[in-house]
């Protein structure tokens, strides 16, 4: 007891520092984040106001932001980087301004002394910063404005509907008339420009460094990486080496403790399912539901890479735009793995207490049919709005915010934050005798409740940022919800609920199962915290961000270093004792957690965690891959099992099919070991060459996108989505199974009970 109170002590200590720094960042962010000023040219004509690029990049949102592209590397994988593009496009037309100036000639017709005078003049023009911050201007040469505005006309007209742009709308799977309002589009260059100015212009006081830490790559001004990019990256990896030794020495010093023998019986097979109990199985059949809508908008989505604007023909993006295929299939992966941890929470809560509190079924049924409403209601709004071009505030407020994982409108996000809150309520009533009573069991009960108020209480970030919110601070407290709260709090959560599940079942000891849990929790969120500035290392922050993100990112994977030694003893408890066998799906899917961790979390998440890695791929296939193999392998593969555990105590064994979970479960993760190494991954690497050799322009241009080499690389995850949406259909056929059977049961019992 007095060493689990150490830990508990440990625990808190970590959390309040970390939180502090993350917050201390936080305010060096908001502090030093690239000035929004007014852009004037040298004859003092006003360009673009500070309130137009505020408005542009609630404009660009409200056309699909990070669904649509990407500004700083944030965002889709398909049509541009704006930054890196509009910055690429201005260089080139301050090159051929240069040349007629000083040459009489286009750039391409010079000689190659005069193409290095001209390359100089292009690097000093983009690089120095004109700032002036007692007036809050940036003054343009008149040079360069004439480059601003003849780059503003292109993104004018391929957001509007001119007919020149239409090929290019088509490589990029957007759109016409993305933007109807010639206002909006003028606002949306005044956007894309000031991103682009700050990804080149020198940081005041400083040679040779942007606001964005010289991102993204642009040979024709020298933006390349820093030094502190590769130093910190090596030290990174230093680190992470050597805590890797330290964890597996300190995990040889003290040997685990073997575990109990198991019961001779099953100890939850004459556990009886209260009414909210029971009430949960509706939460898991949705889950069903949304897994297979994911999977569809999934495969539109990709196939959006070759087509464009068309489906095998189909004109599906008169209906079914790219934009909002990507939504739905990002935003249903967050809610169907969410819905099954809370459902799981909700289930388990009157299972260990032992107490069903009053009205505890009422409140499950008001959640499901409150988050339902959720569901259908904001994808409802966000498909509508983008199809009706509803504006700015529409988005904004019940549409499409543009946000990846975080895309549905703030009255809907309002209403999941008090969903949420209501949902720790209920579990926390649930749990509340157990927590009450002394047992060995206490600490990991006490874990659940913590990190359930962690996950209704951290979904707050998602209300901090407004339509007028600088974008490198709408990117810090985006990534607080969507790394804190997604890799963070529900993994906490979901590894306390496992651990619960096993001592229930007696496979584990609650005593060293309290201290490994708090131990787990400090050891992920020691690295996991300050992790999250990994995200941040090229969105306007001070260049403190790279090097405290590259250090605490890199002990994020230290942990994964067991996860191999812990899915096999699970492997191990799945064969202890013959009964076990009613859960090894269960179980097996555990199993797959671990390796997917290892895979997708560790090595391919680790592959472009480093500065300079991310530098070069950040915004690529890459990204995808890690996404793919970490969000499914690991926090789906959850999912799954969390919700076969709890659909074992809420169905009759007869009905239960081991065959149907078999092929599903292969199927899923061969399916998904497809789709990442035969597709994504070369596709990144394909990227990243083209990245680091012609500039992050080029990896994202329809000349490498459409390429030979990445088309077949999109069709190359036909076979694998193939083989991994079957597995999706075997488990919609394990749910209809249980279903049918559960009708037949009910009309068996109406007949018994009409007889007597």
Same mark, same amino acid.
């Given at each position: 007891?007095?060493?689990?109170?150490?830990?508990?002590?440990?625990?808190?200590?970590?959390?309040?520092?970390?939180?502090?720094?993350?917050?201390?960042?936080?305010?060096?962010?908001?502090?030093?984040?690239?000035?929004?000023?007014?852009?004037?040219?040298?004859?003092?004509?006003?360009?673009?106001?500070?309130?137009?690029?505020?408005?542009?990049?609630?404009?660009?949102?409200?056309?699909?932001?990070?669904?649509?592209?990407?500004?700083?590397?944030?965002?889709?994988?398909?049509?541009?980087?704006?930054?890196?593009?509009?910055?690429?496009?201005?260089?080139?037309?301050?090159?051929?301004?240069?040349?007629?100036?000083?040459?009489?000639?286009?750039?391409?017709?010079?000689?190659?002394?005069?193409?290095?005078?001209?390359?100089?003049?292009?690097?000093?023009?983009?690089?120095?910063?004109?700032?002036?911050?007692?007036?809050?201007?940036?003054?343009?040469?008149?040079?360069?404005?004439?480059?601003?505005?003849?780059?503003?006309?292109?993104?004018?007209?391929?957001?509007?509907?001119?007919?020149?742009?239409?090929?290019?709308?088509?490589?990029?799977?957007?759109?016409?008339?993305?933007?109807?309002?010639?206002?909006?589009?003028?606002?949306?260059?005044?956007?894309?420009?000031?991103?682009?100015?700050?990804?080149?212009?020198?940081?005041?006081?400083?040679?040779?460094?942007?606001?964005?830490?010289?991102?993204?790559?642009?040979?024709?001004?020298?933006?390349?990486?820093?030094?502190?990019?590769?130093?910190?990256?090596?030290?990174?990896?230093?680190?992470?080496?050597?805590?890797?030794?330290?964890?597996?020495?300190?995990?040889?010093?003290?040997?685990?403790?073997?575990?109990?023998?198991?019961?001779?019986?099953?100890?939850?097979?004459?556990?009886?399912?209260?009414?909210?109990?029971?009430?949960?199985?509706?939460?898991?059949?949705?889950?069903?539901?949304?897994?297979?809508?994911?999977?569809?908008?999934?495969?539109?989505?990709?196939?959006?890479?070759?087509?464009?604007?068309?489906?095998?023909?189909?004109?599906?993006?008169?209906?079914?735009?790219?934009?909002?295929?990507?939504?739905?299939?990002?935003?249903?992966?967050?809610?169907?793995?969410?819905?099954?941890?809370?459902?799981?929470?909700?289930?388990?809560?009157?299972?260990?207490?032992?107490?069903?509190?009053?009205?505890?079924?009422?409140?499950?049924?008001?959640?499901?049919?409150?988050?339902?409403?959720?569901?259908?209601?904001?994808?409802?709004?966000? *498909? #509508?709005?983008? &199809?009706?071009?509803? !504006?700015?505030?529409?988005? @904004?407020?019940?549409?499409?915010?543009? +946000?990846? /994982? =975080?895309?549905?409108?703030?009255?809907?996000?309002?209403?999941?934050?008090?969903?949420?809150?209501?949902?720790?309520?209920?579990?926390?009533?649930?749990?509340?005798?157990?927590?009450?009573?002394?047992?060995?069991?206490?600490?990991?009960?006490?874990?659940?409740?913590?990190?359930?108020?962690?996950?209704?209480?951290?979904?707050?970030?998602?209300?901090?940022?407004?339509?007028?919110?600088?974008?490198?601070?709408?990117?810090?407290?985006?990534? *607080? #919800?969507?790394? &804190?709260?997604?890799? !963070?709090?529900?993994?906490? @959560?979901?590894?306390?609920?496992?651990? +619960?599940? /096993? =001592?229930?079942?007696?496979?584990?000891?609650?005593?060293?199962?309290?201290?490994?849990?708090?131990?787990?929790?400090?050891?992920?969120?020691?690295?996991?915290?300050?992790?999250?500035?990994?995200?941040?290392?090229?969105?306007?922050?001070?260049?403190?961000?790279?090097?405290?993100?590259?250090?605490?990112?890199?002990?994020?994977?230290?942990?994964?270093?067991?996860?191999?030694?812990?899915?096999?003893?699970?492997?191990?408890?799945?064969?202890?004792?013959?009964?076990?066998?009613?859960?090894?799906?269960?179980?097996?899917? @555990?199993?797959?957690?671990?390796?997917?961790?290892?895979?997708?979390?560790?090595?391919?998440?680790?592959?472009?965690?480093?500065?300079?890695?991310?530098?070069?791929?950040?915004?690529?296939?890459?990204?995808?891959?890690?996404?793919?193999?970490?969000?499914?392998?690991?926090?789906?593969?959850?999912?799954?099992?969390?919700?076969?555990?709890?659909?074992?105590?809420?169905?009759?064994?007869?009905?239960?099919?081991?065959?149907?979970?078999?092929?599903?479960?292969?199927?899923?993760?061969?399916?998904?070991?497809?789709?990442?190494?035969?597709?994504?991954?070369?596709?990144?690497?394909?990227?990243?060459?083209?990245?680091?050799?012609?500039?992050?322009?080029?990896?994202?241009?329809?000349?490498?996108?459409?390429?030979?080499?990445?088309?077949?690389?999109?069709?190359?995850?036909?076979?694998?989505?193939?083989?991994?949406?079957?597995?999706?259909?075997?488990?919609?056929?394990?749910?209809?199974?249980?279903?049918?059977?559960?009708?037949?049961?009910?009309?068996?019992?109406?007949?018994?009970?009409?007889?007597?």
């Amino acid at each position: 007891m007095h060493a689990t109170k150490k830990l508990w002590t440990w625990l808190a200590i970590i959390c309040l520092l970390s939180f502090t720094v993350l917050g201390w960042v936080g305010r060096e962010i908001y502090l030093k984040a690239p000035p929004i000023a007014q852009v004037v040219d040298d004859t003092g004509a006003v360009l673009y106001t500070p309130d137009q690029v505020k408005y542009g990049q609630s404009a660009w949102l409200s056309a699909g932001g990070q669904q649509l592209g990407t500004v700083w590397g944030h965002g889709s994988y398909l049509a541009p980087d704006w930054s890196a593009d509009w910055l690429h496009r201005e260089a080139v037309a301050l090159q051929d301004l240069f040349a007629r100036k000083n040459f009489n000639k286009d750039y391409a017709q010079l000689e190659a002394g005069a193409k290095a005078h001209v390359d100089a003049l292009v690097k000093t023009e983009l690089r120095t910063n004109t700032y002036n911050a007692d007036t809050n201007e940036v003054k343009l040469s008149a040079i360069r404005a004439e480059a601003v505005r003849t780059v503003a006309n292109h993104y004018a007209g391929l957001f509007g509907n001119a007919e020149q742009y239409d090929k290019l709308r088509e490589q990029y799977a957007m759109a016409p008339n993305s933007l109807p309002e010639a206002s909006d589009r003028t606002a949306l260059t005044g956007f894309f420009f000031w991103s682009s100015w700050a990804a080149a212009a020198d940081r005041p006081g400083e040679v040779g460094l942007s606001y964005t830490s010289n991102w993204p790559h642009e040979p024709l001004i020298d933006n390349t990486p820093t030094a502190g990019a590769g130093i910190w990256s090596i030290a990174s990896i230093i680190l992470m080496i050597g805590a890797i030794a330290g964890m597996l020495f300190y995990h040889g010093m003290h040997k685990e403790e073997e575990d109990p023998v198991p019961p001779k019986n099953d100890p939850l097979f004459s556990l009886k399912a209260t009414p909210s109990m029971k009430a949960t199985k509706k939460y898991f059949l949705v889950v069903i539901g949304l897994i297979l809508a994911q999977v569809g908008m999934g495969v539109i989505t990709a196939h959006f890479a070759v087509e464009g604007s068309s489906f095998f023909g189909i004109p599906l993006a008169n209906v079914l735009p790219f934009t909002v295929s990507r939504t739905i299939h990002t935003q249903f992966a967050v809610l169907w793995i969410a819905t099954a941890w809370l459902a799981t929470g909700l289930y388990i809560a009157p299972a260990i207490s032992g107490v069903e509190p009053k009205f505890q079924k009422l409140g499950t049924d008001v959640l499901f049919y409150a988050l339902l409403f959720i569901v259908v209601g904001s994808t409802a709004t966000g *498909w #509508l709005g983008t &199809l009706q071009h509803k !504006g700015v505030d529409f988005s @904004f407020w019940l549409g499409n915010q543009g +946000l990846e /994982f =975080t895309s549905m409108g703030r009255v809907w996000q309002i209403l999941l934050f008090v969903g949420l809150l209501f949902w720790a309520f209920l579990l926390g009533r649930g749990l509340w005798p157990a927590l009450k009573k002394p047992s060995e069991s206490r600490g990991i009960i006490a874990m659940v409740f913590l990190a359930a108020l962690c996950i209704g209480g951290f979904y707050a970030t998602s209300l901090t940022w407004g339509k007028g919110t600088h974008y490198s601070m709408i990117e810090y407290w985006r990534w *607080w #919800l969507v790394h &804190l709260w997604v890799e !963070g709090f529900f993994e906490v @959560f979901a590894t306390a609920v496992i651990a +619960l599940l /096993f =001592t229930r079942l007696g496979l584990i000891r609650a005593a060293s199962a309290n201290s490994a849990i708090i131990l787990e929790t400090i050891v992920f969120l020691f690295g996991g915290i300050l992790g999250t500035l990994h995200h941040l290392y090229f969105t306007g922050t001070p260049t403190s961000v790279i090097a405290i993100g590259a250090m605490f990112s890199a002990l994020e994977v230290v942990p994964l270093s067991l996860i191999g030694m812990e899915a096999y003893r699970n492997y191990k408890r799945s064969k202890s004792a013959p009964w076990i066998g009613a859960y090894k799906w269960a179980i097996l899917c @555990f199993i797959a957690v671990g390796f997917w961790n290892t895979v997708g979390a560790g090595l391919l998440g680790f592959s472009i965690n480093t500065p300079i890695a991310l530098y070069y791929m950040q915004g690529l296939n890459m990204t995808a891959a890690h996404g793919h193999a970490a969000l499914f392998g690991v926090y789906g593969m959850l999912g799954i099992g969390l919700m076969l555990f709890c659909l074992r105590g809420l169905v009759d064994r007869f009905a239960w099919s081991d065959k149907l979970l078999a092929s599903m479960f292969w199927t899923m993760n061969i399916g998904l070991a497809m789709m990442v190494f035969m597709s994504l991954v070369p596709a990144g690497i394909y990227q990243a060459v083209a990245a680091i050799t012609k500039g992050m322009w080029f990896a994202r241009s329809p000349e490498v996108v459409h390429s030979t080499f990445m088309e077949t690389a999109v069709w190359l995850r036909v076979p694998g989505d193939i083989v991994f949406a079957v597995g999706c259909l075997f488990l919609a056929l394990f749910a209809l199974r249980l279903i049918g059977k559960a009708k037949k049961e009910e009309t068996v019992a109406e007949g018994v009970a009409l007889e007597n």
